[in-house]
Every structure is written in structure tokens, then in C-alpha cells.
């Protein structure tokens, strides 16, 4: 009996496991780089832009020396008001490249310091005007934008050659996945559920989801582990539910539980009518509804109504101190009294039709 419950038991948290395991997968698969160049650190822009190749979503980190410009911008307009979301602006990309730099609203005043700093030493070529460089940390973005060149000879007032412009785009404060504070919580979610999923399949494979009848076993001397045995090859069995004159067993996902018979007091099927949006039907669901004289309500869902009316039928056979079948008239009385709701029905003399 046990070993069949533990190896039950394995196979339902081994469902719920994978479906954790793929999610948190795909947390740890999107967040991951980018976890790692976060506690690497990140790597020195002009180094990177000099090197080339593909730097999509490298973590970078400079002291810009110089703004030249704002050449985009990105707004959003709320109540007729309209509000700078994003400014890009013209800096080195290292000795010999221009590139963007794209900053949040939290840093426009810094940007515009630089830039007047930037124009005030250029036109006096004093080295007392030098400018305060802006520390800038994020990711590199591959800018697509083929007027690019064009918005730099604008600025400069002549011609650019393409060779002076570099495509990447740093977005500071950003890494591939986000705000480092929500690549740090997306990567450790991955993990809670990827470690979520194997505790199912461990406390599962120990048995530690039988607590219930372990403790149901040792609580009742009288009913030995062998009488227990006896029942569960006597009893009405089912996928995920058994019955017997001792207890009510049932799976709650990959846990086990265990409903005494001596405190079940009412059992009746449950059928649930499915529609698409609320009025076409589109299937039905049912389930074997257990309440106990402490006034809980135990769910036991079923794929097929014949495995549900099966079950009721051995419940009124061999448990004749249970109310079997349903009228919305009785849910007063089992509200006011469970422990002696079947005794109030007169239970014991005749159960109720279904």
C-alpha cells in the first residue's frame, strides 16, 4: 500500500515539478547573462567599442568625458501634457567613433551640465573649462536607425563619414534584462521554483506526503498498520481516492489525505457547467464532495461521473452513518450543527436518495 501511494504521490509532484522546473528555467535562461555581467561587473566602454563585433547587451561602464548633443528624444503624452520619457544624446564611443547615449529623466541635469562644460571648453580650449566626465554604466543596444549619420552632420555642421559613427547605443542604468534590481529577482525566482520542483519530487519520493496517514495509523492504536492493510484491498479504489470502513483517502495535488470514516457526515456529487464567454456550454466537470462533522469541505474532482456515483454508491453501502446525496435545504442545518447534521436527517435508519 505504501509503496503504491509514495509511487502515486512521485508521479503528481513529478507533473507540478516540470511545469516549475520550464518556468523557472526560462527565468534563469533570460536572466542569467545578465546576472553574471552584474556580479562580473562591467567591462570599460571605449576597450569594448574598440574591439568591435557583436556587442548586443554587453554590460559597459565609462566616465564620458564630453556631450556633444541631444539628437532624439522619446516622449508620452498624458492629459494633454507632454513628458520626455528618454533623451539620447551624441558622445564618444571611444577615440575615433561617435555613438548614443540614452538616459532617463533622473539624469537630464547632469546631461545638460556636461553639455554646456563639453561646448564651454571647446570654444575656449582652456584646460580650466575641462569638463567633470558623467559616470555612465549599462548595456549596449544596436541602434537601427539609418538617419543616424545624418543627425551627426547636422550637429557638426558638415559632412560625417560613416566610419566616425558607431550603431551602439549605451542605455544607462539598464543591463540586457532589466534594472539590475529586477534581474536579481527574476533570477532568484527562476531558482526558488527550479528548487521548488525538486523538494516536490524529494518530499514525494520519501514518503513525507503520507504524513497524514502515518499520523492516522499512530493515533488510532487499534487500527495497526496490517488492519489498514486489509481495508485498502477490501475498499472501493480509485485513481486518487480510496474508501474503505476505517478512512477516505484522496490525493491534494502530490499530498495525501485522510478523511477518518467515523468523521465523514455528508457525501454528494458535484458537477460544474463550463461556458465560454458565460453562456455557451462547453463541458462539464465533477467532483465527489466529502464535508466532515468539523465543518470542512474536502473536493475530490474526477474526470468521469460514473467514478463519482461509484463512489457515493459504496459510501451508502458501507458507511451508513453518512448523508449521501444533495438538497440546498441542508445547507442550513450542516452550518448550524455538522457533528450532528446526519443524526438530525435520521441517518442510520435510511440515507437519503441521490
Known amino acids: 500500500m505504501r509503496k503504491e501511494l509514495i509511487g502515486q504521490s512521485v508521479r503528481r509532484a513529478a507533473g507540478m515539478a516540470l511545469?516549475?522546473?520550464?518556468?523557472?528555467?526560462?527565468?534563469?535562461?533570460?536572466?542569467?547573462?545578465?546576472?553574471?555581467?552584474?556580479?562580473?561587473?562591467?567591462?570599460?566602454?571605449?576597450?569594448?567599442?574598440e574591439q568591435g563585433g557583436d556587442l548586443e547587451g554587453e554590460y559597459v561602464t565609462a566616465a564620458l568625458p564630453y556631450i556633444y548633443g541631444l539628437f532624439a528624444e522619446e516622449t508620452t503624452e498624458e492629459n494633454g501634457a507632454v513628458r520626455s520619457t528618454h533623451q539620447m544624446y551624441v558622445v564618444d564611443a571611444n577615440q575615433t567613433q561617435y555613438m548614443a547615449l540614452q538616459l532617463d529623466p533622473d539624469r537630464y541635469q547632469e546631461a545638460e551640465r556636461l553639455y554646456e562644460e563639453t561646448w564651454t571648453y571647446i570654444e575656449s580650449g582652456s584646460e580650466a573649462d575641462l569638463p567633470v566626465p558623467l559616470q555612465v554604466t549599462g548595456c549596449l543596444s544596436l541602434m537601427e536607425d539609418p538617419d543616424l549619420v545624418a543627425y551627426y552632420e547636422d550637429m557638426f555642421g558638415g559632412e560625417v563619414s560613416a566610419d566616425e559613427v558607431s550603431y551602439w547605443m549605451l542605455e544607462d542604468g539598464l543591463l540586457e534584462a532589466g534594472q539590475p534590481g529586477m534581474v536579481i529577482f527574476l533570477a532568484a525566482a527562476g531558482a526558488v521554483l527550479v528548487l521548488w520542483g525538486a523538494v516536490l519530487v524529494i518530499r514525494a519520493a520519501s514518503g513525507a506526503t503520507l504524513r497524514e496517514l502515518d499520523r492516522f495509523c499512530t493515533e488510532k492504536g487499534e487500527l495497526r498498520q496490517e488492519e489498514m492493510e486489509a481495508q485498502w484491498q477490501q475498499g472501493l479504489a480509485q485513481k486518487g481516492l480510496w474508501i474503505n470502513q476505517l478512512a477516505v483517502l484522496f490525493f491534494q495535488n502530490s499530498k495525501l489525505r485522510v478523511l477518518p470514516a467515523g468523521d465523514l457526515v455528508w457525501a454528494y456529487q458535484q458537477i460544474t457547467t463550463h461556458r465560454y464567454a458565460g453562456f455557451i456550454p462547453v463541458g462539464k466537470s465533477y467532483a465527489l464532495v466529502l464535508r466532515d462533522d468539523k465543518g470542512k469541505k474536502h473536493i475530490v474532482t474526477q474526470r468521469k461521473q460514473a467514478k463519482v456515483l461509484e463512489a457515493l454508491d459504496y459510501i451508502r453501502q458501507t458507511l451508513p452513518g453518512v448523508v449521501v446525496g444533495y438538497d440546498a435545504s441542508m445547507e442550513r442545518l450542516y452550518a448550524a450543527d455538522p457533528a450532528g447534521f446526519a443524526a438530525k436527517l435520521g441517518v442510520g435508519e435510511g440515507q437519503l436518495p441521490e
Open 19 to 49: 511545469l516549475l522546473w520550464l518556468l523557472g528555467g526560462l527565468l534563469l535562461a533570460f536572466s542569467g547573462k545578465s546576472l553574471w555581467q552584474l556580479v562580473r561587473g562591467p567591462r570599460y566602454l571605449f576597450e569594448v567599442t
